[in-house]
């Protein structure tokens, strides 16, 4: 079998989920090769296995007649890869809906895969700083592009969707319902092996961070620190009882309570295990409902408890059903931390390893392409 991944460039999540997936897809020996073809950028220092190349098309704003550069630019670049044993997986909805478009075209029969990680109108349409023209161009250039699979019945290109969530994927569900697609699964966001619990590397980071050993510490992701990640009501609570917050972010805060740092992806996890909690506070919003953030599985696999508001439900189901690990409960800017104890942790951290792992996500995504799900 021979892999195509498209995603549109670079980013924090990309790294963590995307490239965390192809270096271990890279070592199924059912997979012969993998093409990562993506927008244009700066590679970096990002680690891939000798048997991923890297090649790509020309990046454009998501906006009408962009995206009709870019759409012919990942054309010229995707049909010479193409052979009878691929299989292309795109990581959006949207690169799906073109890409699918485009083995329509040329009546090939690959299998195209597609991620949907999201509510893309929704989210941009509640979230998004955007003029409200510039929002309105981009919600009808995605409402144009997913008509060519969502409404109409494919005749040469397979396709199958997954969805990171139960309740995503019945949203994807019903948009898709007329058309001929019938092939839709779950599969979670992933982990990287080192997102396990380590007493050693929480004492060791602590006496790093200057923590003494009995004090409570309090940890938020923020990344780019987008606006719905809630960090201001965060700071406030800490401020308020007296709590560090060990703030991995691209911000900074002027608060005497928090530890600002923005470190590398592989270096998160034991950031993790030295603190004692996690926060994922969101507003009461579908794209919210719907989502399981990856930061809430690194807590998970960490073994960190997490501090949430209940309005992300998917969370609110794997703590209660899946993991027996009740998330605490943040109302009215307050709530109670009790720290689990490493036997605790250690638990909460296996528990949710064995349902996130990468292994097991890569031999999902593997049974998808060959049709055997």
Not at 9 to 24: E, K, M, P, R, W
Not at 99 to 118: C, H, P, Q, S, T
Not at 295 to 306: A, M, R
Not at 346 to 370: P, Q
Request: aromatic letters at 10%; one cysteine or more.
């Amino acid at each position: 079998m021979h892999l195509v991944y498209i995603g549109f460039g670079i980013d924090s999540a990309f790294v963590s989920q995307s490239l965390t997936l192809l270096n271990q897809l890279s070592k199924d020996t059912q997979i012969r090769k993998i093409d990562l073809l993506i927008g244009k950028s700066d590679l970096g220092d990002v680690e891939l296995n000798e048997k991923i190349d890297v090649c790509f098309f020309e990046r454009y704003p998501v906006l009408p007649v962009f995206c009709t550069l870019m759409q012919r630019s990942i054309e010229n670049s995707l049909i010479p890869l193409i052979s009878s044993d691929t299989v292309i997986h795109c990581r959006t909805d949207l690169l799906g809906a073109w890409v699918a478009k485009i083995i329509e075209l040329y009546k090939f029969n690959n299998r195209v895969v597609i991620d949907v990680r999201g509510l893309f109108k929704e989210e941009l349409k509640g979230f998004s700083k955007q003029h409200s023209f510039l929002k309105w161009l981009r919600v009808n250039l995605y409402d144009r592009s997913m008509s060519h699979i969502a409404t109409k019945h494919l005749k040469h290109a397979r396709v199958s969707i997954t969805a990171v969530t139960e309740s995503l994927l019945a949203k994807v569900k019903a948009d898709f319902s007329k058309s001929n697609i019938v092939d839709f699964h779950v599969v979670p966001c992933v982990v990287s092996d080192q997102f396990e619990f380590s007493s050693e590397i929480r004492e060791s980071v602590r006496k790093e961070l200057n923590i003494p050993a009995g004090e409570t510490v309090l940890i938020m992701i923020t990344g780019s620190g987008q606006q719905w990640q809630n960090e201001s009501s965060v700071i406030q609570f800490c401020e308020k009882n007296n709590f560090r917050l060990i703030m991995l972010s691209k911000q900074t805060y002027d608060s005497k309570n928090v530890i600002s740092a923005f470190v590398p992806y592989n270096h998160v996890a034991r950031y993790l295990c030295a603190a004692d909690a996690g926060f994922i506070l969101r507003d009461d919003h579908v794209v919210n409902n719907v989502a399981l953030p990856i930061k809430s599985i690194e807590y998970w696999c960490t073994g960190l408890p997490i501090i949430s508001d209940g309005n992300v439900w998917e969370l609110n189901r794997y703590s209660k059903e899946l993991l027996d690990a009740s998330f605490i409960s943040f109302k009215d800017g307050g709530c109670e931390v009790s720290p689990l104890s490493e036997t605790e942790r250690l638990s909460l951290s296996e528990k949710s390893r064995s349902l996130f792992s990468i292994r097991e996500v890569a031999k999902k995504y593997v049974d998808i392409y060959r049709g055997n799900e």
